[in-house]
Nanobody
Framework: QVQLVESGGGLVQAGGSLRLSCVAS????????MGWYRQAPGKQRELVAT???????FYGDFVKGRFTISTDNAKNTVDLQMTSLKPEDTAIYYC?????????WGQGTQVTVSS
């Protein structure tokens, strides 16, 4: 009953930046928290960042101050601003939310960082 659609991925050179956006639709009033995960080939999906109530944030250790998560309630979106990108950041990035004890995932957007 909640749909998530990501956008903003692409190819960028090391040191560059990208801004990912996720648009939620459906029963958005039931959403408790939103976030971003990523998965590279051959690796487990890992947490990038989460945000709850528009202010409570949590970041993966690898971010080291480079990424910022934010929400825009008027547009029902959650964004991830990524700067100082590294080749190791290359992965598919997935939008995530939990609503009434159910997990929802977007289809993912590819981020590729070249050397």
């Amino acid at each position: 009953q909640v749909q998530l659609v990501e956008s903003g991925g692409g190819l960028v050179q090391a040191g560059g930046s990208l801004r990912l956006s996720c648009v939620a639709s459906g029963q958005v009033f039931r959403i408790g928290a939103m976030g971003w995960y990523r998965q590279a080939p051959g690796k487990q999906r890992e947490l990038v960042a989460t945000i709850r109530n528009g202010v409570e944030t949590f970041y993966g250790d690898f971010v080291k101050g480079r990424f910022t998560i934010s929400t825009d309630n008027a547009k029902n979106t959650v964004d991830l601003q990524m700067t100082s990108l590294k080749p190791e950041d290359t992965a598919i990035y997935y939008c995530y939310t939990n609503a009434r004890y159910i997990d929802y995932w977007g289809q993912g957007t590819q981020v590729t960082v070249s050397s």
